[in-house]
């Protein structure tokens, strides 16, 4: 069993910054993928970013290519999101979650921050 818990969501101006961070604890693995989803009030779930935990590869949804950095700090059990130049459509509840190389599936998720931007 892997716990995740997300941090750092709150209230910014458009063109802000915010950092998300993710900690993870229990059985955690190197196996392990970390991504980032969110979810705007009414709106389908969406990928954001994913890195690998052993060699650190990323990838990113088309909507934050370039505006989001995904990264991860091995001592600390902690994947992160750099959140820049962020507009209002980035409003939403971001979640983070653990996919096994293994299993192949995304099988935990933490319970969410909310990012809000205003305008």
């Known amino acids: 069993q892997v716990q995740l818990v997300e941090s750092g969501g709150g209230l910014v101006q458009a063109g802000g910054s915010l950092k998300l961070s993710c900690a993870a604890s229990?059985?955690?693995?190197?196996?392990?993928?970390v991504a980032w989803f969110r979810q705007a009030p009414g709106k389908e779930r969406e990928f954001v970013a994913r890195?690998?935990?052993?060699?650190?590869?990323?990838n990113y949804g088309d909507s934050v290519k370039g505006r989001f950095t995904i990264s991860r700090d091995n001592a600390k059990n902690t994947a992160y999101l750099q959140m820049n130049s962020l507009k209002p459509e980035d409003t939403a509840d971001y979640y983070c979650?653990?996919?096994?190389?293994?299993?192949?599936?995304?099988?935990?998720w933490g319970q969410g921050t909310q990012v809000t931007v205003s305008s």
């Open positions: 229990g059985r955690t693995s190197s196996t392990y993928a």
């Open positions: 890195i690998t935990w052993k060699d650190g590869r990323t």
């Open positions: 979650a653990a996919q096994s190389v293994v299993v192949g599936q995304y099988q935990y």
